[in-house]
């Protein structure tokens, strides 16, 4: 079945469509809203995205593998992201990761086996002054702890993900908010 956006997203580009130059300019606004309802790029987000912004499916694949923040496969509930650049690696991220591979039962780029959780590791998080870090969907959580970690781990597991609803991500509130004037 081919992909479409829900009439609430379908809002939010429309909303964004006359401040951008051209359709291309759309390109990772658009990608940004279809991966926060599919969960991840898959091919008929692509397409959709191709489709709808007049480029070719090429051009959409480029910007996905591209970027590490869209997903290129199914992932869990909750994506847990060990930022592994140098200062947070410094600071102790190898260890976060390990930790986190022994609690979920998995490696990095697997799922756990109760579709809870996947576990990526990402080459910078932008919060060099927390490390080590990790993100969980949209959330940082800096100075990681074995102990702590065991307690945010506990906390997201009891959370339903927020996917299929529209997100509260920069892209959709500002949107949001200049509906509302």
């Known amino acids: 079945m081919a992909f479409e956006l829900t009439p609430e997203r379908k809002a939010v580009l429309d909303d964004l469509a006359p401040r951008y130059p051209n359709k291309m300019a759309l390109t990772i606004p658009l990608l940004h809203l279809c991966q926060e309802q599919e969960g991840w790029c898959s091919p008929e987000v692509m397409e959709y995205v191709a489709r709808t912004l007049e480029v070719t499916t090429a051009h959409v694949q480029g910007v996905v593998t591209f970027y590490t923040l869209f997903l290129q496969g199914k992932v869990g509930e909750h994506v847990v992201w060990v930022c592994r650049t140098l200062s947070c690696d410094l600071a102790g991220a190898a260890d976060v990761q390990k930790h986190l591979e022994k609690k979920l039962g998995v490696h990095v780029g697997q799922t756990t086996k109760d579709g809870k959780f996947t576990l990526l590791k990402a080459e910078c998080l932008a919060a060099c002054g927390g490390g080590p870090m990790c993100q969980i969907d ?43 004037k």
């Open 138 to 180: 949209d959330e940082y959580f800096e100075n990681l702890t074995p102990a702590k970690l065991d307690e945010i781990l506990a906390r997201v597991a009891e959370q339903k993900s927020p996917r299929g609803a529209i997100q509260f991500s920069p892209l959709t509130t500002l949107t949001a908010a200049r509906r509302e």
